[in-house]
């Protein structure tokens, strides 16, 4: 590639799951990679095929401290995304989310680089709209055990759009629904990996509460080729924008596909729903289609294939831990 075309491109959190899959993408189209992480629930392992690579670094950094570097963009990634981990330190993860979004947003103001932000889903909270559009203003409950994550992202968006109001910053936010694939975290307790790890051990398959809520599941491929395609987009697109699959399942529906993909004998049993479990979840994408020309291309049976691959492979490395329950 020329290096007028190379962009020096900052992705924080790129240690974690999505993020080391951007940095893999970034890194083949030619551009410098600069990744940050606090390694609170990434790793270095995630890294292992970019180490060494001579566009790619790696920073120790915590991103509620500023930063000082020299960039032309900015993925923000960085926040623990599963339950059980935002809910581990849950002051930290609205620090992550506030003060992470003003220090990156600051970066970007003083070096004039373009940036995104990984939103999420969970600003629309347990929605009464259905399928979710990027209008609808969602219900979250404010002082509950998801907030320190629902109210951070929420907040987060909120000043992304004002850095762009009063200073003319050239956003992008991204509202990621649940994306799944290879490098989830095994013990992380997010359904895929959960219902994966415990089919390949033949334990027993844990449905919160009756099992007949939904969500709907993103191959990591095309929630990756999304978050590129927004960055690209015009400077006049912001969004908010959704980026996930409308394919919507019920979580008995999914345990059931995972066992019969494994060949497992595990037994499906059911365990107490969390506090403020949203009863469904799918996403409206006409905004994506038509800014972005996106759709995610591959289907959850299809995806499931090498995400089940890689819990073997990783499971025939590591001794056996029981899978993390809320
Ligand atoms: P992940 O936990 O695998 O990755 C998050 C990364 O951020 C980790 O590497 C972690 O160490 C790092 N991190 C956390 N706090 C940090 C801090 N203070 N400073 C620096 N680094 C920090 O999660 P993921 O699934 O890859 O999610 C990435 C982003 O996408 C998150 O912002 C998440 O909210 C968002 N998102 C993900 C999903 C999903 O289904 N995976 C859905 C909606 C939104
Ligand atoms: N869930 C489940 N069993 C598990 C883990 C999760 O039934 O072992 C349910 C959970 O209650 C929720 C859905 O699966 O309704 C998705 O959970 P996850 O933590 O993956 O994502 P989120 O709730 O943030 O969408």
Sequence with gaps: MKSSLRKRVLVTGGAGFLGSHLCERLLAAGHDVLCVDNFYTGSKDNLLPMLGHPHFELMRHDVTFPLYVEVDEIFNLACPASPIHYQFDPVQTTK????????????????????????????YGDPEVHPQREDYWGRVNPNGIRACYDEGKRCAETLFFDYRRQHGL??????????????????????????????????PITLYGDGRQTRSFCYVDDLIEGLIRLMDSPADFAGPVNLGNPGEFTMLDLAETIREMTGSRSELIHQPLPADDPRQRQPDIRLAREQLGWEPRIRLADGLKPTIAYFTTLLQKTPPQP????
Excluded at 181 to 195: A, E, L, Q, T, W
């Design 96 to 123: 992550t989310s506030v003060h992470g979004a003003i220090n990156m947003l600051g970066l970007a103001k003083r070096v004039k680089a373009r940036i995104l932000q990984a939103s999420t889903s969970e600003v």
């Design 323 to 326: 899978p993390r329950s809320t």
């Design 170 to 203: 050239e956003i992008k936010v991204a509202r990621i629904f649940n994306t799944y694939g290879p490098r989830m975290h095994p013990n992380d307790g997010r359904v895929v990996s959960n219902f994966i790890v415990q089919a390949l051990r033949n334990a």
